[in-house]
């Protein structure tokens, strides 16, 4: 996703270089500012001076952890809602309040509510599920798990040479898997969730941590979580696609390969619901995302699609693994041995 920068918000190639390295390179080690300064020839004064503008602007939201959350021992899941337009606030209240969701977004749908949610386990999922269902009373409520991953990773192209642009995989979605008891979580929880910018930002024994979690595949990344519309991506839609259960690799990997794709998954399919992949797709605006669309389709061979534009972020905050209690009775937080 090519980041122009929104009007007032002019990047130099200084600019360039340091949101290139700290959101896709950045350095664990005991002073990754003056590694980052180093490599963008500046001094670190003068780094984590642009950096907390950078802040200040909306740029770079905060610099930390990317969790894998079914490495850490989570069930995740995607749901979908459709509430009445009037009871669209209270409902995003009660959403926002349940433990474990992390995103909370309205769309432009009947289903109008998606969000994200994190348990411990499948059934602690359920019964929070069946608890929102009593206190919203949502006309339909759409529960769909993951089932592989084809791309995932906002990682904007910043005109830099030598970006990855996002990690692209493509096995299924492994069950979750133990996460070790309760004093490797609280280890986890020492990971500071928004590095702050001093010259040495990680607290004693974290650098250790952090590159342990990266080797497990715990954590996916470290780094900086840039703003797409602060950087002049002011469209953002998850955008739901039917193909047949036989072409969703084929289908899968042509949707991912776009610049403009920054989330691609599988998911299960549901009653009067066909759609089998989904993606996110990030541009300047409709005109520019309505022909990045037409491609993609042709890619894919769709019979289908429905696009849910986001018209508000309702919640959106870093997943953090240790706020789950372990389970120590059976290994994890999510119960399998």
């Given at each position: ?84 337009r009037l009871k669209v606030r209270a409902a995003a ?184 992949l989904y993606t996110m797709v990030h541009a300047r ?53």
């Amino acid at each position: 996703m090519r980041a122009r920068g929104r009007a007032g918000m002019r990047l130099d190639a200084t600019d360039r270089r340091v949101l290139a390295a700290l959101q896709d390179s950045f350095p664990v080690c005991r002073r990754p500012y003056a590694e980052v300064a180093r490599r963008a020839r500046i001094s670190e004064k003068r780094l984590l001076h642009r950096i907390a503008g950078y802040k200040a602007q909306g740029i770079v939201r905060r610099i930390g952890p990317r969790w894998d959350a079914r490495a850490c021992g989570l069930d995740t899941v995607l749901v979908a809602v459709s509430v009445p337009r009037l009871k669209v606030r209270a409902a995003a209240a009660r959403i926002g309040a349940l433990a474990g969701v992390t995103h909370n977004y309205l769309r432009r749908h009947p289903l109008n509510v998606w969000f994200t949610l994190a348990s411990a386990s499948p059934a602690e999922r359920r019964r929070r599920l069946g608890e929102l269902r009593r206190l919203i009373r949502p006309r339909r409520m759409l529960v769909l798990p993951a089932t592989r991953l084809f791309k995932l990773g906002v990682v904007f192209d910043l005109g830099v040479r030598g970006g990855k642009g996002g990690e692209i995989s493509r096995g299924p979605i492994p069950a979750p898997r133990p996460a070790g008891g309760a004093r490797p979580r609280a280890a986890l929880g020492r990971i500071p969730n928004d590095l702050p910018l001093v010259s040495a930002p990680f607290p004693p024994g974290t650098v250790g941590a952090v590159r342990a979690c990266l080797a497990s595949g715990r954590m996916r990344r470290f780094g900086a979580v840039l703003d797409g519309r602060a950087l002049g991506l002011g469209y953002h839609a998850l955008v739901a696609w039917k193909v047949p259960r036989e072409r969703v690799g084929e289908a899968g990997r042509a949707l991912a390969s776009f610049e403009a794709v920054s989330h691609c998954y599988a998911r299960r399919t549901a009653p009067s619901w066909p759609y089998a992949l989904y993606t996110m797709v990030h541009a300047r605006d409709r005109r520019q995302a309505s022909r990045v669309l037409r491609e993609m389709s042709a890619a894919a061979k769709d019979s289908g699609r429905a696009i849910l534009e986001t018209v508000r972020t309702l919640k959106r905050l870093p997943l953090v693994p240790s706020a789950f209690p372990a389970d120590p009775g059976r290994g994890g937080p999510s119960g399998r041995p």
